[in-house]
């Protein structure tokens, strides 16, 4: 079992103008504790499970390229892009941006998205539902003939463009990673077997049945299902003074015992150190030996 680090807020106590030592201490110590990922909410008003609305909210990406220059090892990814934020051509030309100067350490995660609130304040527009499916369905298609030898146009019936050239292309072979967030049965977990190479659950108790769709979708796309990368969203919460630490082990052993390579979820006492260093002495090298 493999650990990632989500950050989902950035209302912490030194305020604005000390978020980015404050994230660069996060992000160098989450390399060197041992979190494989290191991943943000791509939202841009604080989502209401979280915070009100007013908090503080980052851009995801540059975010993300900020934390490139202050890591070596954790890959980099959004939990997760909807699909209606950025035009597919500008996403995959940023994913490639991020995978060339970290190295070859980006990854995609991307959904059909669902925050109406954001999208209209900020003008991005909020298709219906199914509009967003089809959406994804083309930005997959087109963000891998963006990162394939083939350069000519693509034609959808929502994405268009005349020539997908991408210079340079990813370091990350033979691209990087599709992560597809989301547990819908009929469309997103099809998506999954048909594009991707991880997937990301929520920790519910349905979790055993929504593997079970992915392997029937995976076997009607003639998809290997080991391939696919199985990740939870999971909170890595080991308590104020390490007194949870066996209980996020259980937890994650039973993740482990169902199949899941992978959880990441917040830490909730960021913007603290000590607890990432914390978790990696005392659980990263425990769930390692799953």
């Keep these: 079992m493999r650990l990632g680090i989500q950050i989902p807020t950035f ?3 030194n305020g604005p103008a000390a978020l980015g030592p404050d994230l660069a201490a996060i992000a160098r110590t989450a390399d060197e504790a041992g979190f494989e990922y290191l991943a943000l909410m791509d939202h841009f008003f604080q989502i209401r499970t979280v915070g009100p609305s007013e908090a503080e909210m980052l851009e995801a990406y540059t975010t993300l390229g900020f934390l490139a220059a202050h890591t070596e090892r954790v890959r980099l990814l959004t939990l997760i892009t909807g699909v209606h934020h950025r035009p597919a051509g500008l996403l995959a030309k940023t994913v490639t941006t991020l995978d060339v100067l970290s190295g070859g350490r980006a990854m995609l995660g991307i959904g059909a998205g669902w925050n109406e609130e954001e999208s209209l304040g900020l003008g991005f527009g909020f298709p219906p539902v199914a509009q967003r499916f089809e959406m994804l369905e083309e930005t997959l298609q087109f963000v891998l003939q963006m990162w394939s030898d083939d350069e000519g146009p693509y034609t959808g019936r929502h994405v268009r463009a005349t020539r997908t050239l991408n210079s340079p292309q990813p370091l990350s072979r033979p691209h990087p990673p599709i992560m597809i967030g989301g547990g819908g049965e009929k469309k997103t977990l099809r998506l999954v077997a048909k594009y991707a190479q991880a997937c990301n659950l929520f920790n519910t108790p349905e979790l055993p049945h929504k593997l079970d769709v992915l ?5 009607n ?3 290997d299902y080991d ?3 199985k990740t939870v969203y999971q909170f890595m919460d080991i308590g104020d003074n390490g007194e ?3 209980e996020l082990i259980d937890q994650l052993g039973k993740l482990d015992e169902l199949g899941f390579d992978l959880a990441i979820g917040a830490v909730p006492q960021l913007p603290r150190l000590d607890v990432l260093e914390r978790i990696g002495t005392d659980v990263v ?4 030996r799953f």
């Design 227 to 229: 391939e696919i990368t």
């Design 221 to 223: 796309e003639g998809r």
């Design 285 to 288: 090298p425990v769930v390692a």
């Design 215 to 219: 392997r029937r979708h995976c076997d």
């Design 11 to 13: 209302t912490w106590p």
């Design 244 to 246: 949870k630490t066996e």
